[in-house]
């Protein structure tokens, strides 16, 4: 038989309204614990502002920690969400048993500004000496870190994996070039003496060596060849002196070469060139019309 505290622990994940909520919340301690979490982690994690709204206004705990350390601003998922955390004390320090703080799992770049905003420490770091942008997922959040926070984009973690290891690692071929373009190293090496390139040439060996050709494996091997491509690109443009907005046109215009041997005399034929390097650099960006 549910009680009123399950029933309203659904309730906020099916996002029920105010009354409902209202009326649940009125039968129950809001800041008891479920499955080792707080009504509040549980809101929180399922995005859902009204039900984050009530129980803050109620008395929640803005700082509760699960069984992992973990409070609700840790879970946050969006700006919006985290704005009302912090407006009510959430602390931006506050790490995980892991070492992780809200900027390590943080996924939404104007959250990330926030946070950073309120003093989060950019180059905070995990027990495992990873720092916010060693875990970043997309091109613009690691060009915030850097820009905005000051992250050191050679910061290396206990096995001497840098940003830059990382990301190619997973074949995260935007933040790669987000990195490279804020002078990330490609020459520095890990713990067994391995670059960046030799770390995403690892990984697609052993894609190759899999049995499983499914179409997410598939796609993990695409991007991981863009990014050694990316990679090579930007090692070669460098001992030729060439500056981090000439290489990101060169990446461009070489990334549409799957489909015509010159794309950019093609295009030319039909477009000036200034109107075209527009187009294939600023607008459509590296490997967006690749195959």
Not at 8 to 21: N, T, V, Y
Not at 39 to 68: K, P, Q
Not at 90 to 119: E, F, N, S, W, Y
């Amino acid at each position: 038989m549910q009680t009123d505290y399950d029933k309203l622990e659904a309730a906020i994940r099916s996002f029920k309204g105010e009354d409902m909520l209202g009326q649940f919340m009125d039968q129950v301690d809001i800041n008891l614990y479920s499955q080792g979490k707080t009504l509040l982690h549980h809101a929180v994690d399922a995005d859902n502002v009204l039900a984050t709204t009530l129980l803050l206004s109620r008395g929640a705990r803005v700082d509760a920690e699960d069984l992992h350390e973990e409070t609700p601003l840790h879970l946050a998922k969006s700006h919006t969400i985290a704005a009302l955390l912090l407006r009510r004390g959430a602390c931006v320090k506050r790490r995980r048993t892991d070492g992780a703080t809200p900027l390590h799992t943080c996924l939404c770049p104007t959250q990330m500004k926030l946070l950073l905003q309120l003093g989060a420490e950019v180059n905070a770091k995990t027990i495992k000496g990873e720092t916010p942008l060693h875990v970043c997922k997309s091109a613009a959040s690691a060009a915030l870190l850097v820009d905005d926070g000051g992250a050191d984009v050679n910061a290396t973690n206990c096995n001497q994996y840098t940003p830059l290891h990382l990301a190619s690692s997973f074949g995260r071929w935007q933040v790669v070039v987000a990195l490279l373009e804020r002078n990330a190293s490609v020459d520095m090496k890990d713990h067994c003496g391995r670059t960046a390139m030799d770390i995403a040439r690892a990984v697609l060996g052993i894609f190759a060596k899999m049995e499983s050709r499914t179409t997410d494996h598939e796609n993990d091997k695409v991007e991981l060849v863009r990014t050694m491509k990316t990679l090579a690109l930007w090692s070669c443009g460098r001992r030729k002196g060439l500056s981090n907005a000439m290489l990101i046109e060169e990446l461009a215009w070489s990334s549409m070469r799957s489909l015509c041997c010159d794309p950019k005399a093609a295009l030319t034929r039909i477009l000036p060139l200034d109107l075209a390097n527009t187009i294939v650099v600023e607008w459509l960006g590296p490997w967006s019309l690749a195959e």
